[in-house]
């Protein structure tokens, strides 16, 4: 690495700690919005009404089938219009204007809800159904069964699904870069721009991003410890 490198490193890294912050902050809301989206799609996809499932696999096959830069460009650009005409309902004439954080996480998380859709749609029909219906049996209700049957078990099957799909929504958070938000990407790229040193910068932002997930692995494995910690094995 040159001399004059090594002095932008030392002027301009600084500014890629909050963009880390930044997109940490993003990866996390953006994540447990697609749990909760994955959950709600997962019961749709079972669930006996035609309505219900047919919503939910138009939801997957339509978010799955199209690029999240597309999306965001939707939801940041388009979406003030849409709050904008009924807010207009309302009797609201202002301006309403999309915060880019708010677009972000929406977006990065309702197009990963897709993917954790079905993982945890696998992970329902892996729970075997003799146990729920020993369960009803014995005289639990919905309520009981969910808690105490089901659901501990989904969260064993699911976890190494949902890991990947962390994995790579964390990488996802990149495309935030393009509407303004100033997380790990965009603040590189504005380090970059004032130094001439893009080659360098980038390279900083893309060991930051590996460093990322690399240290995301044993919090997954641990996760997927803790889930099977109560199973008997043979």
């Keep these: 690495m040159s001399a004059s490198a090594i002095q932008a ?14 997109t940490v902050l993003v990866g996390l809301a953006s994540m447990a919005l697609a749990i ?40 940041f650009y388009g979406g003030g219009n849409v709050l904008q005409k009924i807010a207009g309902l309302f009797g609201y004439t202002g301006y309403i204007e999309v915060n880019p954080f708010v677009a ?41 069964v969910l808690r105490r049957i089901l659901m501990p078990q989904v969260w064993r099957f699911a976890i190494p699904g949902l890991g990947n799909v962390w994995l790579v929504l964390l990488k ?16 590189g790229f504005i380090a970059a721009g004032a130094t001439f040193k893009h080659f360098t910068f980038f390279a900083v932002v893309a060991l930051v991003y590996l460093l990322l997930t690399t240290a995301s692995y044993p919090v997954i494995q641990w996760a997927e410890r803790a889930a099977n910690r109560s199973v008997r094995r043979a």
Excluded: H
């Design 9 to 22: 490193l030392r002027d301009y890294a600084w500014m890629l700690l909050p963009g880390f912050a930044m």
């Design 36 to 75: 909760l989206l994955g959950l709600v799609g997962a019961t749709g996809k079972l669930a006996r009404s035609f309505i219900a499932r047919a919503s939910a696999t138009t939801y997957t096959t339509v978010i799955r089938g199209e690029p999240e830069l597309i999306l965001l460009y939707l939801v």
């Design 104 to 144: 972000g996480v929406f977006t990065i998380g309702f197009a990963y809800g897709a993917y954790a859709t079905e993982v945890f749609r696998g992970a329902i029909l892996a729970v075997p159904k003799g146990q729920l219906e020993a369960a009803k049996a014995c005289g639990m209700n919905r309520w009981l």
């Design 172 to 187: 996802a958070t990149a495309l935030m870069s393009v509407v303004g938000l100033d997380e790990l990407t965009r603040m």
